[in-house]
């Protein structure tokens, strides 16, 4: 990252950026009930000067009066609960640099553990003669796909979503990080994918919209305002009606010993399971994700 614009302290009366770090922090904690990613308070505030200087600073440095105005307005915005990655429009994902724009769900870290799971499995695949095939259900901006399409050169990934404004992110991700290997489609589950792919699929993932319906308006404003609603929910009451339908129409998909890979909240691990389970899969796993917040799910497909 570039330099910021920046003087040392001491001449203007402007604050270093130390003071403004330790006022914004303060002012973000008393936030906190607008904000799923609590704490680290200090380091939310040193993204958003990073930004407002337009690149790395000291702490002794004395920021100018209008960065300095620029980083209240971006504190304020964040105190009331808007996303950095919205405010900066961009997030890192597994090493990528992806573009993230307000009406697409913003990847969280965690789900990187999806991906690297899904590109362990594929690059055992990718030693063969033939390029193995992944398919990303639900892909949002396209995190999985391009993490699997990045580490995975030999993969062919296709990531489907049903929110236009998704897709659209997802693309244009693809062509900044030149992942030619990544593909993405628009539509509901399987319906837009091409027909050649039936029965050559290697691998699924999904980590799918699985809030329950009545819990939407118990969720901080940081998650109900600021993402679609479609990315949170499908509307079930048990969260597990959208996974359902990929599980089901899977076997139609996958290989013979292809993977089902799915991101799912802890608490809903055990439900999960017992839908993959329902649709056919064998060989199932829970794996525990970062931080114990999350599982990936990990079966096998259903016997033909
Ligand atoms: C929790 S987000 C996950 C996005 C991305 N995979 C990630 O991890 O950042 C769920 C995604 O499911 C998509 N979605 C909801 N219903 C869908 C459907 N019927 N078919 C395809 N995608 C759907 C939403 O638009 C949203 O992008």
Known sequence: MKTAERTKHGSNGSKTADALLRDAAHTLSRSADNLSWKGAWRDQ???LLTYALG???EPDDAVPAAAARRFAKLVERRADGEPIPQITGYVEFDDLRLRVRKGAFVPRW?????AQE???????RARGSRAPVHVDLATGIGPVALAVASRVPRA???GVDVAAAAVKLATENARELRLRNAHFHRGDLYKPLP???RGKVDLITIHPPYIATQDIEDLPAEIREFEPIVSLTDKSRDGLWLLQRAAEGASEWLRPDGWFLV?????LARGARGTVARAGFRDMKS?????????????RAPRG
């Open 110 to 114: 965690t789900t990187e553990f999806l």
């Open 118 to 124: 899904a590109a362990r499995r594929l690059r055992a």
């Open 156 to 158: 062919q990934t296709h």
């Open 263 to 267: 991101e799912i909240g802890s608490y």
């Open 45 to 47: 505030a040193s993204e």
């Open 287 to 299: 794996l525990v994700g970062p931080l114990r917040l999350n599982r990936v799910i990990v079966a």
């Open 55 to 57: 690149g790395e600073f």
């Open 195 to 197: 027909a050649k792919l």
